[in-house]
Nanobody, 126 residues
Framework: QLSLVESGGGLVQAGGSLRLSCADSGHTLIKYNMGWFRRAPGKEREFVGGITWRGTTTTYADSVKGRFTIAKDNTENTAYHQMNNLRPEDTAIYYC???????????????????WGQGTQVTVSS
């Protein structure tokens, strides 16, 4: 059983950057793909991006392409989510998620992930 813990959220001005972390201190993340989702006020949770367990392949939602980068360090059992050029519309609770998977496909729907972090608030002011 994974126990994902997120950190790194906060308040930032538009154009600024934040880096989120998602770690499991007691379990390896090898063979576990990682995904990031977010839920904005009044909206449903949406897929932001994901990475294969080896960390070699990533995919992103169109709304964040070129601004967000996901990385994975299996030696530290941690996934990272670097968010640059943040916009007010990026304001949301961000969740990391994980699933035991192959290295050839990145899951992009909530139902495909079995393990979730507690969420961390990201607020971008204009």
């Amino acid at each position: 059983q994974l126990s994902l813990v997120e950190s790194g959220g906060g308040l930032v001005q538009a154009g600024g950057s934040l880096r989120l972390s998602c770690a499991d201190s007691g379990h390896t993340l090898i063979k576990y793909n990682m995904g990031w989702f977010r839920r904005a006020p009044g909206k449903e949770r949406e897929f932001v991006g994901g990475i294969t367990w080896r960390g070699t392949t990533t995919t992103y939602a169109d709304s964040v392409k070129g601004r967000f980068t996901i990385a994975k360090d299996n030696t530290e059992n941690t996934a990272y989510h670097q968010m640059n050029n943040l916009r007010p519309e990026d304001t949301a609770i961000y969740y990391c998620a994980s699933t035991y998977s192959s290295d050839t496909y990145i899951e992009n729907s909530e139902s495909e992930y079995g393990y979730w972090g507690q969420g961390t608030q990201v607020t971008v002011s204009s």
